[in-house]
Nanobody, 115 residues
Framework: QVQLVESGGGLVQPGGSLRLSCAAS????????MAWYRQAPGKQRERVAV???????DYAVAVKGRFIISRDYAQNTVHLQMNSLTPEDTAVYYC???WGSGNHWGQGTQVTVSS
């Protein structure tokens, strides 16, 4: 069973930055994709960023130009650099990846953007 552990969330002022990390218990080298999702109170979970095994990245319109997803194969970690944060980015952020054993999720990390 693959475990994903997110970290890096917290409280930040509007305009600030945070870097989320997702540490996987298994190699991410051959994983077809790794993604970050978020879920705000009362809203559906939405994908904000995805990176494929070939290194292609895609972003939700709401975060394009502000968020950057990256991978560290040596640490089996995926990062989400979040810049120019706004209160609308407040949500629980989840890491997701597809292994041969199935689709796996982390427990989530809270990001709150508020002054």
């Amino acid at each position: 069973q693959v475990q994903l552990v997110e970290s890096g969330g917290g409280l930040v002022q509007p305009g600030g930055s945070l870097r989320l990390s997702c540490a996987a218990s298994a190699s991410i080298f051959s994983v077809p994709y790794m993604a970050w999702y978020r879920q705000a109170p009362g809203k559906q979970r939405e994908r904000v960023a995805v990176i494929t095994s070939g290194g292609m990245a895609d972003y939700a319109v709401a975060v394009k130009g502000r968020f950057i997803i990256s991978r560290d194969y040596a640490q089996n970690t995926v990062h989400l650099q979040m810049n120019s944060l706004t209160p609308e980015d407040t949500a629980v952020y989840y890491c997701n990846g597809l292994w041969g054993s199935g689709n796996h999720w982390g427990q989530g990390t809270q990001v709150t953007v508020s002054s």
